[in-house]
């Protein structure tokens, strides 16, 4: 940062100043100040760089702030960074795309439903007849109108975008859990303080959406040190039942019904935030 300092503030120091910001949100998650990413846009703007380059750096700075600070922190850098693709909206599509899926994802938390909707399909539009990384940022957007329907308990909407997914050679499939929720009680009111506040997991889903073959490689590992309260077994057959009991969109390969292997998920405990 030192070295910063004495350089003139131009186009080199913005691209000398770039991996100084990643090394400092890396740093400071959740505690960073925006100041210090707001220094970098105040310095390209003073430069007149053109439209497409101060968009990159206002998208750029968008995710680096949704990553290490909140969302909510970087929705003026992404409506920033549309508006100023959109000056030739020909040539940045997939910018702008990319740019109102963030957006989108905001308006979803704050359950905005219809807005967010009117950006992803935007975005769709856009991504049309484009190639195979376009087709996955589609994709991805396609799997989010399909989650905020099933938010909103539309699952035949769900189902519509859903299908609507194309699947690369080498993917193996979608999957979108219907009922799966953010976090699940844990067995007995000690239970996280004597093993991790998580579980991962790994299964099969059948083709109507139901898990199977479900497997838990941490208790594998664990079994020969467990020191919880609670029996092994007990826990085991506890987690199997919670996955067991979601429910899924059935797996789908370019809108054919197929059965998904080694599926990796993650098991949360968090008391207190379930409803």
């Not at 979803?108 to 807005?115: M, Q």
């Not at 399909?146 to 080498?170: F, G, H, V, W």
């Not at 479900?214 to 826990?235: G, R």
């Amino acid at each position: 940062m030192q070295n910063l300092r004495k350089v003139p503030k131009d186009i080199n120091y913005i691209n000398q100043y770039i991996p100084y910001i990643v090394a400092y949100y890396n740093s400071h998650p959740n505690v960073a100040e925006l100041k210090i990413s707001d220094t970098l846009l105040e310095i390209a703007y003073s430069q007149n760089l053109p439209d497409t380059e101060m968009a990159d750096l206002e998208l750029y700075i968008g995710i680096i702030r949704s990553k290490y600070v909140g969302i909510v922190y970087a929705v003026e850098n992404f409506q920033k960074a549309v508006n100023l693709y959109s000056s030739d909206k020909a040539a940045n599509t997939t910018k702008i795309a990319e740019g109102l899926f963030w957006l989108s994802r905001h308006d979803i938390g704050l359950k905005k439903y219809d807005a967010a909707e009117k950006k992803l399909t935007e975005a769709v539009i856009l991504l049309d007849n484009n190639g195979q990384e376009e087709q996955l940022l589609k994709n991805e957007a396609l799997q989010l109108l399909a989650t905020m329907k099933i938010l909103q308990e539309d699952i035949d909407s769900a189902e519509n975008y859903y299908k609507e997914i194309i699947t690369p050679e080498d993917h193996t499939g979608y999957l979108i859990p219907i009922d799966k929720p953010e976090s699940y009680p844990p067995m007995t009111d000690i239970f996280l303080n004597n093993i991790p506040a998580f579980v991962q997991v790994q299964f099969d889903v059948d083709m109507f959406g139901k898990p199977f073959n479900i497997k838990i490689p941490y208790l594998e590992v664990m079994e020969k040190n467990w020191l919880a309260p609670v029996n092994i077994n007990q826990f085991s057959e506890y987690i199997i039942k919670l996955v067991a009991d979601t429910r899924y969109l059935p797996p789908l390969r370019n809108n054919e019904k197929i059965v998904m292997r080694d599926v990796k998920d993650t098991i949360i405990f968090r008391p207190n935030l379930v409803h």
